[in-house]
């Protein structure tokens, strides 16, 4: 049984960051991508960044690269998504994800195994 976990969303101002965690308990496969999404209200869920395991390879969406970062703490099972310089616009509700097999770039929902239960981010 996998679960994911996600903390560190919040309420911030246009410019300012947040750094959200996703703890994974439970084994997901030898090799395997962790990614978040994204969802803001009334629009289609939106894959924002993913990670493989040993976190040699990121992908971000268009949209965030360079104001976002993915990482991975192998030895503590969590992924962060460090976000900066944020704009209104990524507003929703962000969800973490764990795939089986390797992160290849833009994801679909459906390549994903695992969810967790989402973090509100908010930025006004």
């Known amino acids: 049984h996998v679960q994911l976990v996600e903390s560190g969303g919040g309420s911030v101002q246009a410019g300012g960051s947040l750094k959200l965690s996703c703890a994974r308990y439970?084994?997901?496969?030898?090799?395997?991508?962790m990614g978040w999404f994204r969802q803001a209200p009334g629009k289609e869920l939106e894959w924002v960044s993913g990670i493989n395991s040993g976190g040699g390879s990121t992908y971000y969406l268009d949209s965030v690269k360079g104001r976002f970062t993915i990482s991975r703490d192998n030895a503590k099972n969590t992924v962060y998504l460090q976000m900066n310089s944020l704009k209104p616009e990524d507003t929703g509700m962000y969800y973490c994800?764990?795939?089986?097999?390797?992160?290849?770039?833009?994801?679909?929902?459906?390549?994903?195994?695992?969810w967790g239960q989402g973090t509100q981010v908010t930025v006004s």
């Open positions: 994800a764990a795939a089986r097999g390797w992160c290849t770039g833009v994801a679909r929902s459906d390549e994903y195994n695992y």
């Open positions: 439970g084994y997901v496969s030898r090799s395997s991508c």
